[in-house]
């Protein structure tokens, strides 16, 4: 049987890994909010987050509510991202609540300053941000981000939760597709 993980080059960051970073980020999270007895609002950024958000909040003793938004940024088999647009979101009320922004991978920056902007038109009492990956030599000076799992080097990645092309959400952890599957765009 031929399997996905037949696709993969290389792995970047083991399960392993990824689950002792996220355990440290929700203890990090957690010291963030000490007197938040109401808890918080998540909003995260669908599909690639779907993964990393699961992980983390079974992590995360807080109360919370949680949202969802989806963006798309990358159409088909590209690596190159085409700019964020807003296409649907499932939202509790965000006024006065503090709200958590929750994305899988910062690497222009356009999904997150779409949602922060977003989230901050809506009212809330604080807004913080959490990503699981960050291209550090992609990701603009000036947008903020409160915690970040990991700081990567600027290569198209996929698995736990990023996909490719709609596919490889479900490898368990974050990797590097063989190069001849790229079809289109940058990658490694
Ligand atoms: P940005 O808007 O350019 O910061 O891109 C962020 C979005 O693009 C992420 O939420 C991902 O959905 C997607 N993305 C960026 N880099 C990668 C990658 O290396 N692999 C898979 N998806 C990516
Ligand atoms: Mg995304």
Known sequence: MATMREDVDRIVISERTLAERVADMAREIAGGYPDTGEGITIVTILAGSLVFLSDLIRRLPLRMRIGLI???SY?????LSSG??????ILPDLCN????????ILETGGTLRLV?????????RSVKTAVLLRKTSRAPKDLKVDYVGFDIDDLFV???????DGLYRNLPYIAV?????????RHV
């Not at 964020?84 to 979101?89: H, K, L, P, V, Y």
């Not at 996929?158 to 490719?164: A, E, K, P, S």
């Not at 597709?177 to 765009?185: F, H, P, S, V």
């Open 158 to 164: 996929v698995g736990y939760g990023l996909d490719y």
């Open 84 to 89: 964020a647009t807003f296409e649907s979101a």
């Open 177 to 185: 597709l063989k190069t001849e599957l790229y079809q289109a765009g």
């Open 97 to 104: 609540r503090h709200v958590l922004i929750v994305d899988d």
């Open 75 to 79: 159409a088909g088999k590209t690596t």
């Open 70 to 72: 989806t963006v798309s």
């Open 116 to 124: 922060q902007s977003q989230v901050g038109a809506a009212g809330p």
